[in-house]
C-alpha cells in the first residue's frame, strides 16, 4: 500500500490496495490511514456493490437513507447519487448535497465514515469540497473556544427556502418527516478515537443553538459557518474513474458541486454510510 497526501490540510491516497479483497492487516493500515488523514482515495478500484457492502460492513452498521426513494433498488443500504435516467426515471437523487455538511448529522448517532464507490464520471466538473474541522476548531482564538464549551446546537434535515446555497429540493412526504425530528448535539465534539476536538456545526443542517436568543444565535452560526468554509480550510477533491473516497465525518465536512455539473456530463456514484456514536 502506498499513501500519497492530498494536500497539506487533509486525505491521502492510496494505490496498492484491493478493497474487495482486504486481508486482516492491510485493513488495519488502511483504517490507521483513515484516523491519521480524515480523508482517503482509494484508485484503480473496481468495486462491485456487493464489495463494497462488504468493505463498509468492516467499519461499523450501516445506516439506511431517510429519502428511501433513492436507495439502490436491491441493497437499501447504498445510496445512489446519480443523474442518469434511465427508462424515464431517475438512477438516483440527481443533487445530493449541494451544501455544507455533515452525513447524518441530523440523526441522534450521526455516520462515522461514507465511502463513496464511483460508478460514471464526467471528464470534467462534479468536485467534492472537503473542510478539515479539527483545524477549523484548533485555529479559533482561546475566548470563543472558551465560550463554546459546553454548548448545544440543534441540528434539522429539512428542505429550508432560506438557504441560498441548496442545491438539494426533495419532497418528503409525512413519513420521512417524522423520521427526522431535531437533535441537538456539542458544537464542539471530541473524537472517539483520536481524541481531538473539531468543530460540529454545518451551514446546511445547524439550525439555532439552544438556550441563546435567536440574534445572538444566528450571529455566532454565521461566524462559524463564515470561519471553517474559508477557501484555507478546503480541499476540492477531482474525481477519476475507478476511485472510491472514503471520510470521516466526525471531523470532515463536505459540499458537492453537482449542481454546476452541465445535464450532458453523467455522474453515477452509489454511497454507504456506516453508523457512528452520539457526539460527545
Known amino acids: 500500500m502506498q499513501a500519497t497526501p492530498l494536500s497539506p490540510l487533509i486525505g491521502a491516497a492510496l494505490r496498492g490496495v484491493d478493497l474487495g479483497n482486504l486481508d486482516d492487516a492491510t ?10 488523514h480524515q480523508l482517503l482515495v482509494f484508485k484503480d478500484q473496481a468495486l462491485t456493490p456487493e464489495k463494497q457492502l462488504e ?22 443500504e447504498i445510496f445512489v447519487l446519480s443523474n442518469e435516467v434511465k427508462d424515464g426515471v431517475p438512477a438516483g437523487i440527481a443533487d445530493g448535497g449541494s451544501y455544507w455538511h455533515s452525513d447524518f448529522a441530523f440523526r441522534e448517532k450521526p455516520s462515522k465514515a461514507t465511502i463513496l464507490n464511483a460508478q460514471v464520471i464526467p471528464p470534467e466538473g462534479g468536485n467534492t469540497l472537503f473542510v478539515n474541522m479539527y483545524r477549523a476548531y484548533e485555529e479559533l482564538d482561546d475566548s470563543l473556544k472558551t ?20 442545491g438539494t429540493r426533495v419532497v418528503m412526504n409525512r413519513s420521512q418527516l417524522a423520521q427526522t425530528p431535531d437533535v441537538e448535539h456539542p458544537i464542539v465534539r471530541t473524537h472517539p478515537e483520536t481524541g481531538r476536538r473539531a468543530l460540529f456545526v454545518h451551514p446546511g443542517m445547524t439550525a439555532e443553538i439552544v438556550g441563546w436568543p435567536e440574534r445572538e444565535s444566528r ?41 454546476d455539473l452541465p445535464a450532458h456530463l453523467k455522474r453515477t456514484i452509489l454511497r454507504t454510510t456506516v453508523l457512528g456514536d452520539r457526539p460527545v
Not at 468493505?55 to 450501516?62: E, H, N
Not at 454548548?151 to 446555497?165: F, G, I, K
Not at 463564515?226 to 459540499?255: E, F, I
Open 219 to 259: 450571529e455566532m452560526l454565521d461566524h462559524l459557518f463564515a470561519h471553517c468554509t474559508q477557501d484555507r480550510y478546503q480541499y476540492a477533491l477531482q474525481w477519476s474513474p475507478g476511485d472510491v473516497v472514503m471520510w470521516d465525518n466526525r471531523c470532515v465536512m463536505h459540499k458537492a458541486t453537482t449542481r
Open 27 to 36: 485493513y488495519d493500515a488502511v483504517y490507521r490511514s483513515f484516523l491519521d
Open 55 to 76: 468493505f463498509s460492513r468492516r467499519l461499523g452498521p450501516l445506516d439506511i437513507h431517510v429519502l428511501s426513494q433513492y436507495n439502490h433498488p436491491e441493497y437499501p
Open 147 to 166: 465560550r463554546l464549551e459546553g454548548q448545544l446546537a440543534v441540528h434539522r434535515y429539512r428542505p429550508r427556502s432560506d438557504r441560498t446555497d441548496d
